[in-house]
């Protein structure tokens, strides 16, 4: 069974980086054609995609954020990870890591449980 | 971006009452459509993909339809477990998008 649990800071300051962290278990970050991504969730709203990163390395993300974010990969600790530069409080949040299933067609298939992340002074 | 607009924010419903939500995509998506549940303070839950394939697991009374830019979800009758809220998600093309959600309550 594919399992995800995110970690990190649960509060961070205004225009400093959100740093947060997605362990797997249960399946590898390496393995052909996996997709890994991040999605995250305001209080009360909808749920908004942050981005993806393929086991080769390559990223794909949100034009809305892109140029605050980072996903790398940790192929040693099976982990992958995000960073995202110059926060404000409209980036308070519920953050998800899942994995990008695929049958022909993509679709998230496992979910972390989501770790709620403060941007406060 | 592609907006996934879903109707109607919000219905009541009785145990073993059919219940159909609707997700509009702003062009057309195919049948790249996938639907979630999602209970407070939950991550969502993966249903249905490609438009009308359930997810492995998920019971039989969810059901989906629909390609092009409409496309529906039904629960052919509800069940105490189901009151939640319902996202639909395109991925026909990044950025990946979802609808605002459908939240189904108790009546």
């Known amino acids: 069974q594919v399992q995800l649990q995110e970690s990190g800071p649960g509060l961070v300051k205004p225009s400093e980086t959100l740093s947060l962290t997605c362990t797997v278990s249960?399946?590898?970050?390496?393995?052909?054609?996996?997709?890994w991504t991040w999605i995250r969730q305001p209080p009360g709203q909808g749920l908004e995609w942050i981005g993806y990163?393929?086991?080769?390395?390559?990223?794909n993300y949100n034009p809305s954020l892109k140029s605050r974010v980072t996903i790398s990969l940790d192929t040693s600790r099976n982990q992958f990870s995000l960073k995202l530069s110059s926060v404000t409080a409209a980036d308070t949040a519920v953050y998800y890591c899942?994995?990008?299933?695929?049958?022909?067609?993509?679709?998230?298939?496992?979910w972390g449980l989501g770790t709620l992340v403060t941007v406060s002074s | 971006d592609i907006q996934m607009t879903q109707s109607p924010s919000s219905l009541s419903a009785s145990v073993g009452d059919r219940v159909t939500i609707t997700c509009r995509a702003s062009?057309?998506?195919?049948?790249?459509l996938n639907w979630y549940q999602q209970k407070p303070g939950k991550a969502p839950k993966f249903l249905i993909y490609?438009?009308?394939r359930l997810q492995s697991g998920v019971p039989s009374r969810f059901s989906g339809s629909g390609s092009g830019t409409d496309f529906t979800l039904t629960i052919s009758s509800v069940q105490p477990e189901d009151f939640a809220t319902y996202y639909c998600?395109?991925?026909?093309?990044?950025?990946?998008?979802f609808g605002q959600g459908t939240r189904l309550q108790i009546k």
């Open positions: 899942a994995r990008v299933g695929y049958s022909g067609y993509y679709y998230f298939d496992y």
């Open positions: 249960g399946a590898s970050v390496s393995i052909g054609n996996s997709y």
């Open positions: 990163i393929h086991y080769s390395g390559s990223t």
């Open positions: 062009q057309s998506i195919s049948i790249y």
């Open positions: 490609a438009a009308s």
């Open positions: 998600q395109q991925s026909d093309s990044t950025p990946y998008t």
